[in-house]
């Protein structure tokens, strides 16, 4: 087709994970993207991260969160987005702590990485017209939110985006398929997750089968996610930030 939308590079299909927290997983999770020449979106809680805050999962694992000293370098390449400053439960907050949360996690990721964040992933699954207002006000982009779209179609809600499915679902690698076999145009992939789900349930090898399946896929580009809602904006003449 003549006028068929494209993704940078005449590509017509992106891949993306988004994985959020920032625990230590992530050093062998980011290896893994890294070794397949993949990009990832790291949703940060700049609150969390000075002491390596640590809590004990339901498996009994204890979950343990990067230093800033760890994660600086170890994210280079990749996306830095928002995950709020502490990760709390957003509904019960107040609109001005909810402003703090975002703004000061935000101002927090931009000092610490030296570059603009503009992502902002909406922790547990509170969220609401307020907590999206809120959003928008603190000069994010985009907010993705807890449910997945289960489509490759381009998300159009830049303030509700779905990534297509959570990692640990029993559908990945037949949506991984259907994503690799689909010629529907821009067809976006994106798997969310936190990297210690890979130890709790053991998915270390899935998730790379995964990955060498999508690398072996030339006309599938790798972008982060502040990168396609960019794209995505600029094919449909909107440029509002
Ligand atoms: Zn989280």
Excluded at 17 to 45: E, P, S
Excluded at 47 to 56: D, I, P
Aim: proline share 3%.
């Amino acid at each position: 087709m003549m006028n068929q939308k494209r993704f940078p590079n005449g590509k017509t299909k992106v891949f993306n994970v988004t994985y959020d927290d920032g625990v230590l997983q992530d050093v062998r999770f980011v290896a893994l993207l890294n070794k397949y020449g993949l990009k990832g979106t790291f949703n940060l809680n700049s609150g969390l991260m000075e002491s390596e805050f640590e809590w004990t999962h339901e498996s009994g694992r204890v979950i343990k969160r990067l230093s800033i000293e760890k994660a600086v370098p170890l994210y280079q390449g990749h996306e830095i987005a928002c995950h709020t400053l502490t990760h709390p439960y957003m509904h019960d907050l107040s609109e001005q702590e909810i402003l703090h949360e975002l703004q000061a996690d935000k101002a927090n990721l931009e000092k610490l990485f030296g570059r603009e964040v503009k992502g902002f992933a909406v922790p547990f699954d509170y969220y609401s017209e307020r907590i999206e207002n809120c959003v928008r006000e603190s000069g994010f982009s985009y907010a993705r939110i807890s449910q997945e779209s289960r489509s490759f179609a381009p998300q159009t809600d830049y303030f509700n985006w779905k990534a297509t499915v959570f990692h640990t679902d029993p559908e990945l690698e037949q949506l991984s398929r259907q994503f690799i076999e689909t010629d529907q145009e821009l067809a976006i992939f994106q798997i969310v997750g936190h990297s210690y789900d890979l130890d709790v349930e053991e998915l270390w090898d899935r998730i790379e089968n995964i990955f060498r399946m999508i690398a072996a896929h030339k006309e599938i580009l790798p972008m982060t996610t502040i990168e396609i809602v960019e794209h995505l904006r600029s094919l449909s003449g909107d440029n509002q930030q």
